[in-house]
C-alpha cells in the first residue's frame, strides 16, 4: 500500500486487517499517520538544544527564536536534539469479553482484534519516537510482560507477545496494573486497553496507585459499536460470556434504556478517571486507527 | 351490538399473543451472547419502572389493535350509533288469514295489524329496501310508497293461508338484499295454529301481536252430507266448537231446512229428505259471534230422485221384499229402471246381477254379461266359507261363491272382497254379486246391514245419471284443484259464472260452494273453506312467538305502534367496522410512535 496514495490509519480497520497481518497494518498505520502530522515528531520531542535554521513555512511557530527575529529581523527556527527518556507500558485486555463483535466479520473486527492492532501501531509509533515500550497483556491473569525497552528488537518481541494465547474468562485489572507499576519503575506513562467490563472497585483504586506513582495514565475505552447503541432486535437471554449474567429483554424494548445507562456509564468512567488525573478516551472499532492513535499521541506530546 | 360476521371474532384469539408474550418473556429460550450485558441489567434495574410501563403501554396497544381488527372483521352493528337507522333490508309480513276478522273492542285484528304494518312502512327511509308478504303468499318488493298503495289493497282472506310461507318467503327476500341490517317485521294475530309449522330464521325478527285475549268463539268446525248423493234422503252430520249450548240452522239452497240447539261437543245429524234436484249448496249456521267468519260452514250434496227399481223372480225373494220396503220408505220407486235379476236373463243396463241359482246357467250368465259390457265373469265355486270385507259388509260370512274373473280393462271396482277374492264389483251401470242373495250362499239378506246397502247400491251406484258421479271436492281459498273431466265454467251460489280450462285451477278465493258446469248442467262441486284450525283463535304471546321465529335476535310487542319501533331497532344498528378500522389505525399509530420513543437515544 502506497501510504502517499491512501493513508492506512484513516482506513476502515476490518477492510485494512483483511489486507495484511498485524506487523504489516501496523506499519501501515504508523506510516499513514506520521504522513499526515505538519511537523517532525522527531524534531519536536526532544528538549536538547542544537541549532538554529532558517524558517520554513509550516515550521511550528512555538519554536521561531522571537529575540533573533526582534534584533536582526531574521526568522529562525530553532533545532533540538532527540532524546528517550520515556518508558511506556501498554496494558492490553484480552479477556473473553474482547472477543466480540457486535457485526460479521466481514464489516469489523473484535474487540480484541482493534485491540491488537491498535496496541503494535501504538509500540511502533513510540519506539520510533525512541521511547522505551513495554507491553502487559491480562484476563483474569496476568498473560504477558514484556519489560519497556527502546531497542529495535523491542518491536519484534512485542509482536510476539501480542501473538501469545489467553484462555481466561474475566479482566482482573487490577493485577495487570500492578504487574505495570512493577515494570515501570520510573515515571512513565501507561496506556490501558480495555472494554472496561471489569470490577470498577478493583480497577479504580490500582489506576489512582499508578497516578500516585507519578505515571501518566490513559484509558482507551475500547467499545464496540453495538455495544456503544444499542441495534440488537428481538426477544432473547443476553448473556455476558464471561460471567454467568444473563438478562432477558426485548430489543426494542430496552434500547433507549440501555442507550442512556451507557451514556451514563462513559460519563462516570470519565469523571472517575479525570478526578485522578487519568485520561479517557472511548475508542469505537469502527473508527479509523488514527482517531486513537491521535488521542494516545496527543497524550504522548503533553509530557515534558 | 351484533355481528354479520361473527365466525370472525375467533380471531380475537390473536390478542393472547402479545399478552402471553408479555407474560412469557422472563422464560424466553434464545440466548445471545453480549458482553455487555451488565449495562442492560443496569438500565433495567434502573429504568424498570418505565420500562414496565412502556411494555403494559404497548401490550395493551397491541391486545386492542388485534380485539379492534377482529371486531371490525366481524362487521359489528351497534345500537345507538348515530342518528336514525342505517339502511336496512326489511320484509313486512302481514297476517291477513281469516283469524283476522275476529272483531275485539270494536275493530278487527285486521285493522289494526294493518296500521302497525303501515307504521312500519312510514318509518322506512329511502335507503331501506322493502318488502310486503301475506299470508296468502304474495311477496312484493316495491319503494314504501308502492308498498302503502299494496297494503292498503290488501283485504282479510278467506282462509288460513300459509304464514310460514310467507314467513320463509321475506327471510329469503331480505337475506339477499346487500345492505348490512335484515330484519322482518310480523304483524299477526299470533294464531298458534298457523304459526305451529314455522321455522327460526337467521334474521333479526320484531312481531306484533296484540294485546288481549281473543275473542270467545263458536265454530262450526265439519259439515258433511251423508250419503254424498241423496235419491232423495239424507243427512248432515256438523260438529261445532264451542263453549256451551248454540242454536243453528241447516240451508239447503235458499230453504232453511232445520233449525235446532247444539249442546257443547254434541255432533248435529239433521236427516232430509229435500225436494229441490241436481247439485245444491248447504250450509249449516250458527248464531253470530265476535268471529263472523267460521260461524257458517258449506256443504255440496247432489239430491236426485228415487231409483226407479225393477226387481226379478230370479234375483231371488230377499231383493223382492227389500225393495218393497225401499219403495214403502219412498227411498226407491217401482218401475223399469234399475234391473235386479240374475245374470243369466239381464238384458240391460243398469242392473245390479247375482249368479244363476242353478250352475249349469252359469254359461249363460257369462255369455249375457259379455253382451251387456260387463268386464267380469263367473268361473268356478268356491264352497268354502269365507268372510267378506269392504263397503259395510264386514262380517258377513260367504259359503258359496262363484269365482269372478276380470275380462278386458274397462273401469271396475271391487266393492267387497272375500276370501282374498272380487266378492261384489261394481262399475259403470252395474254391480256383480258372486253369490247368490240366499241364506244357504250367504248369510247378507239376514244381515242389517243389507237394506241400507241396498239403497246405497241403487241410490248411489246405479241411480245416479251418468257423468254426475263425482263427490264434492274440499279446498281452501285459492288452492289448485282438479277440474272435473268436461267441465268447462264454474258457477257460484248466487249465479255467478267464469269459464275453466285446462285439468287444473285455483280454487275461488270466496268461501262456499262452487259448481262445475258442463254445457251449463251442473256436474260436480267444490266446497271452498278454511282449515277448521282456523277456528281456533289460541294466541302465542308476543315474546314467545318472537323467539320461536327468530331467536335471540328477535323482539315481540303487543302494542302496534311499538313494530316500527322494535323493527328499526334492530334495523339501528349501524355498521361500525369502519370506525373500528379507524381506531385499529390509530392503535397501530401509537404502537408506532411508542416503540419509537423507546429507540430514540433522545427518549
Known amino acids: 500500500m502506497e501510504a502517499s496514495a491512501v493513508r492506512a490509519d484513516l482506513h476502515d480497520p476490518a477492510s485494512l486487517a483483511a489486507l495484511g497481518h498485524l506487523e504489516i497494518v501496523a506499519r501501515w498505520v504508523v506510516d499513514g499517520f506520521l504522513s499526515g502530522l505538519h511537523r517532525s515528531p522527531r524534531k519536536g520531542f526532544s528538549v536538547e538544544f542544537a541549532d538554529f535554521r532558517p524558517y520554513q513555512p509550516g515550521d511550528d511557530l512555538r519554536y521561531v527564536d522571537w529575540k533573533i527575529a526582534a534584533r536582526s529581523d531574521r526568522w529562525v527556527v530553532k533545532q533540538y536534539e532527540e532524546e528517550t527518556n520515556l518508558r511506556a507500558t501498554l496494558i492490553l485486555d484480552v479477556s473473553r469479553s474482547m472477543d466480540w463483535r457486535g457485526a460479521p466479520a466481514a464489516q469489523r473486527l473484535t474487540k480484541r482484534a482493534y485491540a491488537e492492532q491498535l496496541t503494535a501501531a501504538l509500540a511502533l509509533l513510540l519506539l520510533r519516537q525512541r521511547d522505551a515500550v513495554g507491553l502487559v497483556r491480562f484476563d483474569d491473569a496476568v498473560r504477558t510482560s514484556v519489560a519497556p525497552r527502546a531497542r529495535t528488537t523491542q518491536w519484534r518481541r512485542l509482536l510476539a507477545a501480542l501473538a501469545e494465547p489467553s484462555g481466561g474468562r474475566a479482566s482482573d485489572v487490577a493485577a495487570a496494573l500492578g504487574q505495570a507499576a512493577r515494570l515501570v519503575t520510573r515515571r512513565g506513562m501507561v496506556i490501558l486497553l480495555s472494554d472496561l467490563l471489569v470490577d470498577v472497585d478493583t480497577a479504580l483504586p490500582a489506576l489512582r496507585g499508578l497516578r500516585a506513582a507519578g505515571h501518566d495514565v490513559t484509558v482507551l475505552h475500547i467499545m464496540d459499536p453495538a455495544e456503544r447503541t444499542f441495534t440488537l432486535t428481538g426477544e432473547a437471554q443476553f448473556a455476558d460470556p464471561e460471567t454467568e449474567l444473563a438478562v432477558p429483554a426485548s430489543g426494542a424494548d430496552v434500547r433507549a434504556a440501555y442507550d442512556r445507562t451507557v451514556e451514563t456509564v462513559i460519563g462516570e468512567w470519565r469523571s472517575a478517571l479525570g478526578a485522578m488525573g487519568a485520561r479517557y478516551e472511548l475508542v469505537l472499532t469502527d473508527q479509523p486507527y488514527a482517531v486513537p492513535l491521535r488521542k494516545a499521541f496527543d497524550a504522548r506530546q503533553r509530557r515534558p | 351490538m351484533s355481528f354479520l360476521a361473527p365466525l370472525y371474532l375467533l380471531l380475537a384469539g390473536a390478542a393472547a399473543v402479545p399478552l402471553l408474550l408479555h407474560l412469557l418473556r422472563r422464560n424466553i429460550g434464545a440466548r445471545v451472547e453480549f458482553p455487555a450485558a451488565r449495562y442492560l441489567q443496569r438500565a433495567e434495574r434502573e429504568h424498570s419502572r418505565s420500562l414496565r410501563l412502556r411494555n403494559l403501554l404497548l401490550m395493551l396497544l397491541r391486545v386492542l389493535l388485534l380485539l379492534a381488527l377482529a371486531l371490525a372483521a366481524a362487521r359489528p352493528l351497534l345500537r345507538g350509533f348515530g342518528a336514525g337507522h342505517g339502511a336496512t333490508a326489511a320484509a313486512v309480513v ?117 294485546n288481549g285475549d281473543p275473542p270467545a268463539n263458536r265454530a262450526v268446525v265439519s259439515v258433511n252430507a251423508q250419503p254424498t248423493r241423496w235419491t232423495p234422503r239424507g243427512a248432515i252430520l256438523a260438529r261445532v266448537a264451542s263453549r256451551d249450548s248454540v242454536g243453528y240452522r241447516v240451508v239447503i239452497g235458499e230453504r232453511t231446512a232445520a233449525r235446532g240447539i247444539a249442546a257443547r261437543d254434541e255432533p248435529i245429524t239433521v236427516r232430509l229428505a229435500p225436494s229441490e234436484r241436481g247439485w245444491q249448496a248447504g250450509r249449516v249456521e250458527l248464531e253470530p259471534d265476535d268471529f263472523p267468519a267460521d260461524d257458517a260452514r258449506h256443504v255440496a250434496v247432489w239430491i236426485g ?53 242353478d250352475p249349469v246357467r252359469i254359461g249363460a250368465a257369462n255369455r249375457s254379461l259379455a253382451r251387456l259390457g260387463v268386464p267380469w265373469r263367473f268361473d268356478a265355486l268356491r264352497t268354502a266359507p269365507a268372510v267378506a270385507r269392504g263397503d259395510g259388509l264386514d262380517g258377513v260370512t260367504v259359503t258359496r261363491r262363484y269365482r269372478l274373473v276380470r275380462q278386458g280393462a274397462a273401469p271396475s271396482d271391487t266393492i267387497a272382497s272375500a276370501g282374498g277374492e272380487p266378492w261384489i264389483v261394481g262399475g259403470q251401470g252395474y254391480v256383480l254379486l258372486a253369490s247368490p242373495v240366499d241364506p244357504v250362499a250367504t248369510n247378507l239378506p239376514l244381515r242389517a246391514a243389507f237394506l241400507p246397502w241396498l239403497a246405497d247400491v241403487l241410490g248411489q251406484r246405479l241411480g245416479a245419471p251418468a257423468g254426475d258421479v263425482g263427490t264434492p271436492i274440499a279446498a281452501a281459498p285459492g288452492a289448485s284443484i282438479e277440474i272435473p273431466a268436461g267441465a268447462d265454467a264454474i258457477e257460484s251460489e248466487s249465479g255467478a259464472r267464469r269459464a275453466t280450462s285446462g285439468d287444473r285451477m285455483s280454487a275461488p278465493a270466496e268461501r262456499g260452494v262452487w259448481f262445475f258446469l258442463r254445457a251449463g248442467r251442473r256436474i260436480g262441486a267444490v266446497v271452498v273453506e278454511a282449515t277448521a284450525a282456523e277456528s281456533d283463535l289460541t294466541r302465542w304471546p308476543a315474546d314467545r312467538l318472537a323467539a320461536r321465529l327468530g331467536g335471540a335476535r328477535a323482539r315481540g310487542v303487543s302494542e302496534p305502534a311499538a313494530l316500527a319501533h322494535a323493527t328499526f331497532a334492530v334495523g339501528a344498528s349501524h355498521p361500525v367496522a369502519t370506525p373500528l378500522l379507524i381506531i385499529a389505525f390509530l392503535l397501530l399509530a401509537a404502537e408506532a410512535i411508542a416503540v419509537r420513543a423507546s429507540r430514540s437515544p433522545a427518549a
Not at chain 2, 94 to 116: H, K, P, Q, W, Y
Not at chain 2, 204 to 209: G, H, K, W
Not at chain 2, 309 to 317: D, W
Not at chain 2, 330 to 352: C, F, K, Y
Request: aromatic share 4%; glycine share 6%.
Open chain 2, 305 to 357: 230422485a228415487p231409483p226407479v227399481v225393477s226387481t226379478s223372480s230370479t234375483a231371488g225373494a230377499f231383493f223382492s221384499t227389500a225393495v218393497a220396503t225401499l219403495v214403502a220408505d219412498g227411498r226407491a220407486s217401482a218401475g223399469a229402471g234399475i234391473a235386479i235379476t240374475a245374470a243369466d236373463v239381464a238384458t240391460t243396463l243398469p242392473a245390479l246381477l247375482v249368479p244363476p241359482d
Open chain 2, 94 to 210: 302481514l297476517d291477513n288469514s281469516l283469524s283476522t276478522t275476529a272483531v275485539s273492542e270494536g275493530a278487527t285484528a285486521f285493522d289494526r295489524l294493518r296500521d302497525a304494518a303501515r307504521a312500519v312502512l312510514l318509518a322506512a327511509t329511502p335507503d331501506d329496501r322493502l318488502w310486503l308478504a301475506t299470508a296468502d303468499g304474495r311477496l312484493q318488493a316495491g319503494t314504501r310508497d308502492a308498498l302503502l298503495a299494496e297494503l292498503a289493497r290488501v283485504s282479510p282472506m278467506q282462509g288460513a293461508g300459509d304464514l310460514p310461507l310467507a314467513f320463509r318467503r321475506a327471510a329469503a327476500a331480505v337475506d339477499g338484499a346487500e345492505v348490512p341490517t335484515h330484519v322482518i317485521a310480523i304483524a299477526t294475530d299470533g294464531q298458534r295454529t298457523a304459526w305451529d309449522s314455522a321455522r327460526r330464521v337467521s334474521e333479526a325478527v320484531a312481531v306484533l301481536v296484540p
